[in-house]
């Protein structure tokens, strides 16, 4: 589970560890953008709490994991991309992982400086279909990832008043998911019987992007 602020790196690092470790990402932003172009129910009901910058509510967020997680491309396990940002959340996927005699292993921590994540995010345009973030590419470029042909665009809520709700939104609602997670692993660390406790990893993601990633992939070797 990818856990940190809004532009901290998580989805690029979640497509370069899938990569590398050969299991998909579910990123709940992407399956909410797609619907939201795709004009379907959940994208309707979604897109004014994200163009605003605040949580979508948590009924939709577990409707969409219960129904990935039952994908069968999901069973060899998956990089979970902010798909948990309130502890109801937490609670919820830990249930729906229990259901399926699943647990979750590890969540990945980002940690940025808030001026490096305004800088980050004022910079990001984003491919509409593959939704691959990029930095320093002009909104209307081509998408340069083989085969897509998707467009470059700026998200609606990489906006300044956006990305301060985004910000607001994380320190009042998934900062506590934290302690919850470190909570739980605890809790089975000291319980033989439930030996499959989530440990958290705080990953420094400053700095140059292949450096995060040999950091996490070094830190999950470990
Ligand atoms: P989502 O799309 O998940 O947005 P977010 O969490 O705010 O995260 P971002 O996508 O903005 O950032 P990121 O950490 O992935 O960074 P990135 O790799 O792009 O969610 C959007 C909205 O959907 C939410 O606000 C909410 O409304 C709703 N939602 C989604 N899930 C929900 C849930 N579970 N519950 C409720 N609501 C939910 O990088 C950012 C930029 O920095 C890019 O341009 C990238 O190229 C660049 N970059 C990355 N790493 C580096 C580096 N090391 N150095 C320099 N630049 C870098």
């Known amino acids: 589970l990818l856990l940190g602020p809004p532009g901290a790196g998580k989805g690029t690092q979640g497509e370069r560890i899938s990569d590398r470790l050969g299991i998909p990402v579910l990123a709940t932003g992407n399956v909410l953008r797609n619907a939201v172009r795709n004009g379907t129910d959940q994208g309707l009901a979604a897109k004014a709490y994200m163009n605003r910058g605040d949580l979508v509510p948590d009924a939709v967020i577990l409707g969409i994991i219960k129904e990935a997680l039952a994908q069968p491309e999901m069973k060899g396990g998956v990089i979970l991309d902010g798909v948990v940002r309130t502890v109801a959340q937490a609670e919820g996927l830990s249930n729906a992982l229990a ?3 699943r647990h979750l292993d590890t969540v990945l921590l980002f940690e940025v400086t808030d001026e490096d994540l305004v800088r980050r995010l004022g910079g990001r345009t984003v491919c509409e279909r593959c939704q691959t ?5 002009e909104s209307g470029s081509p998408c340069p990832k083989p085969g897509c042909g998707g467009t470059v665009v700026r ?3 990489d906006e300044p008043q956006a990305i301060t709700t985004r910000m607001k939104a994380y320190r009042a609602q998934t900062a506590p998911v934290i302690d919850w997670y470190r909570g739980q692993g605890s809790k089975a660390a000291s319980s033989s019987a439930k030996a499959n406790g989530t440990r958290v990893l705080t990953v420094d993601a400053a700095g140059a992007v292949d450096e995060v990633t040999q950091r996490v992939l070094r830190q999950l070797e470990e």
């Open 155 to 157: 998200r609606m809520d």
């Open 133 to 137: 973030p990029y930095t320093g590419m």
């Open 99 to 101: 259901d399926l005699g």
